[in-house]
Structures are given as structure tokens and as C-alpha cells.
């Protein structure tokens, strides 16, 4: 028995994912260019967690009172020797 075998163009599947990584990346080197954020010299105004502060702002530290850990919380030393001795379940499964 003779069995042809056709060789699948997987150069066709390439090519079109080629084009499609150079278009995401055409995509992405125009959305850095042209994102509308920069300042006269050229450099984007950002601030790290600034929300929509100014550009001429710097960051102050917020001072205020120290975290206080409630009125449920305790502070006692541990136990030394742990609740149970030994872990024994309640229910055992059936064989």
C-alpha cells in the first residue's frame, strides 16, 4: 500500500505571527511615544502613588498616631506546652 503524505505549510502560520508580533509591537512603541503625558523636556510626569498630584509636589510622610492594636487584643506571653498533646480526630473514617 502506497500512502501519500502531504506536508502541512506551517510557513503561512509563521508569517501571519509575525505580523501580528510586529504590529503589537508598533503598538505598544507608539503608545509610548505618543501617550500625551510628557513634559516640555521630553520626560513623562510621573509620581509613584500620586494619584493626580502635581508635578512640582514632593512626597511627605504622614505623621500621626501609631497603630494601636485594639481593645480585643491582648499581648500575653504563648503557652510553653501546646493545647493538645496529641491530634486525635473525633470521627473516623469507615474501612
Known amino acids: 500500500m502506497i ?6 505549510k506551517r510557513r503561512g502560520v509563521k508569517s501571519v505571527a509575525a505580523v501580528l508580533a510586529g504590529a503589537a509591537l508598533a503598538a ?10 510628557a513634559n516640555v523636556d521630553g520626560h513623562a510626569n ?4 500620586s494619584g493626580d498630584a502635581p508635578g512640582s509636589t514632593t512626597y511627605v510622610v504622614p505623621v500621626g498616631p501609631v497603630m494601636s492594636m485594639g481593645a480585643t487584643a491582648t499581648e500575653t506571653t ?3 506546652a501546646p493545647a493538645v498533646a496529641v491530634a486525635t480526630p473525633s470521627m473516623k473514617a469507615a474501612a
Open 3 to 8: 500512502t501519500i503524505r502531504i506536508r502541512t
Open 78 to 80: 504563648p503557652p510553653s
Open 46 to 49: 510621573v509620581l509613584a502613588g
Open 28 to 37: 505598544a512603541a507608539l503608545t509610548v511615544v505618543f501617550d500625551g503625558r
